[in-house]
């Protein structure tokens, strides 16, 4: 991955049905998490949901950036029970869920929860040892 110029903090782990990575909490940040998960989804042969899953990866990071100063992980999983499903999770250091607010039509921000609410079959958050993590689920084509 070094080659594609990522200045991730770390890919902790790109093997089997698990992709993981952290970015330092910068804004450009939300590009390299997106073509990470766009360029494991190829590799796992999953393009068909390459373009809905950086989408929502791109709102939940843009939402960490927006309040966390710590690094911001992302993760990919295929769990092996479930074969229609792919795992989405974005973590941060701030401890405090995310809240879900109706947008007006002329604010600019406000839509990111709404829209990962509205295309994944799931998604919640949940606390972490320093943090949270905001997961959601995507269907995987059969």
Do not use: Y
Not at 9 to 25: H, L, Q, Y
Not at 111 to 127: E, I, N
């Amino acid at each position: 991955m070094g080659g594609l110029g990522w200045e991730v903090i770390g890919v902790i782990d790109t093997e089997g049905g698990c992709a993981e990575w952290s970015f330092p909490a910068e804004p450009g940040a939300v590009g390299k998490a997106r073509a990470a998960v766009r360029a494991q989804l190829h590799t796992w042969e999953l393009d068909a949901l390459g373009d809905l899953a950086a989408l929502l990866v791109s709102e939940l990071v843009t939402n960490s950036l927006r309040h966390a100063t710590g690094p911001i992980g992302v993760r990919l999983v295929r769990p092996a029970n479930l074969e229609d499903v792919l795992l989405v999770e974005v973590s941060d250091p701030l401890p405090d869920p995310p809240r879900e607010r109706v947008a007006r039509p002329e604010d600019e921000s406000g839509r990111g929860l709404q829209l990962v609410a509205l295309a994944s079959r799931r998604w919640g958050t949940r606390p972490g040892e320093a943090g949270k993590t905001v997961w959601f689920e995507l269907a995987v084509p059969g």
